[in-house]
């Protein structure tokens, strides 16, 4: 802000509170400076191949001028509302990614207790409704217990802490989101924050004294 002049445009592409978002916009606003805010999603195989999903909240003149700019880094480039949607947008879009991630850690255990090799599951389901994103990108990365990120669990905390916030804020009870918080603070504290958010499964196993593996790992 101290080095913006009148007629520039701000493009903050982190993930922070929306209320913050807006803050920053009313600020920027005295000084001449229009701003969207425009956080992303895709993970570090997206950023890579620039086709990483770009969530924006902002006046839609703004966006409609930065367009070009933004879709040249990413796959789309959608715009969700006013100032601070692109940020609501990015929370609703951590709280399914959380939960995602523990629904596949318990099927993943529940396999594995079961005597079935995670892997055959995962082939068997990832072409069916339970297929996702989350699911082709973090299942090969439990099962060959790679947990470099990608995505901190710190940093999904941190979103989540928003998550919780904003919900409270506006009076949207999120039960499983809470439920996941706990999980991943609880890791946390097993030396996990700095591993990738796949890592929730830890809790899991933890709980279930049994480790996702590949049959023969």
Known sequence: MEGAKEGLVVIDMSSIA???SREIYEALK???VKMIDAPVSGGEPKAIDGTMSVMVGGDKEVFDACYD???????????????????????????????????????????TKAGVDPE?????????????TVLDA???MVMD??????????????????VLDTAHGVGAPLP???????????????GCGT???????????????????RKGN
């Open 18 to 20: 929306p209320l913050v």
């Open 30 to 32: 005295e000084k001449g």
């Open 69 to 111: 700019v933004m879709d040249a880094m990413a796959g789309s480039v959608v715009y969700t509302g006013e100032i601070g949607a692109g940020n609501i947008t990015k929370l609703a879009n951590q709280t399914i990614v959380a939960l995602n991630i523990a629904a596949m850690s318990e099927a993943y255990i529940l396999a």
């Open 120 to 132: 055959l599951v995962y082939q068997a389901i990832r072409g069916g409704l339970a297929g996702s």
């Open 138 to 140: 973090k299942s090969n």
């Open 145 to 162: 217990r790679n947990f470099k990120p990608g995505f901190r669990i710190d940093l999904h905390i941190k979103d989540l802490g928003n």
């Open 176 to 190: 499983l989101t809470a439920a996941v918080m706990e999980m991943m603070q609880a890791i946390k504290l097993d």
């Open 195 to 213: 591993e990738d958010h796949s890592s929730l499964v830890k809790y899991y196993e933890k709980l279930a004294n049994a480790q996702v593996v």
